[in-house]
């Protein structure tokens, strides 16, 4: 006889279960990160098509497209300590002494039928170049861009010699 028979009671182990928590914790972090770090820039390499549709013709509207425009460039280098020297690059190598004769050689090289410009070769909406040194003041830089919005340019962008 045992004494004092102690009744054992079964004691049931709790249901195993997976702790989700951590789990989720990092696929926050992960979507938080991925988030952050996107980038949404268009690809630099991607380039839009304007094809011409077919008329029936056999290639017949490929004769209205025109062809690229190589862009009039304006050339901006030092000249002493505050001076600039100015030429134009398509206009068969000529310079400028100042910016308004610079604007008066531009207004000269335009076609505008609109504003009787009537014996140049460039359109107001071809494109033209600003190009500069480094050591060129930005007071020319500003000037140059004044005397070409003055000609009645749209269609300009800078870019700096090597």
């Known amino acids: 006889m045992e004494p004092l028979a102690r009744k054992r009671r079964r004691i049931t182990p709790p249901p195993m279960s997976l702790n989700l928590t951590p789990l989720i914790d990092v696929i926050f972090q992960l979507l938080i990160f991925m988030a ?4 949404f820039a268009v690809d630099e390499g991607v380039l839009s098509a304007r094809l011409p549709r077919e008329t029936g013709g056999g290639g017949a509207g490929a004769e209205s497209i025109a062809l690229p425009v190589s862009p009039l460039t304006i050339t901006l280098s030092p000249a002493g300590d505050t001076g600039c020297r100015i030429s134009i690059d398509g206009a068969a190598g000529s310079a400028a002494a100042s910016f308004a004769e610079l604007h008066d050689q531009l207004a000269a090289l335009q076609y505008d039928p609109g504003r009787g410009r009537t014996a140049g070769l460039h359109k107001p ?5 600003i190009v ?5 003041r930005w007071q020319h830089v500003v000037d140059a ?3 070409v919005v003055r000609a009645g340019y749209t269609n300009f962008a800078f870019a700096e010699l090597p």
Do not use: F
């Open 125 to 129: 909406d071809d494109p033209l170049l």
């Open 36 to 39: 952050i770090t996107a980038n």
């Open 145 to 147: 861009v004044n005397a």
């Open 132 to 136: 500069t040194e480094r050591q060129v």
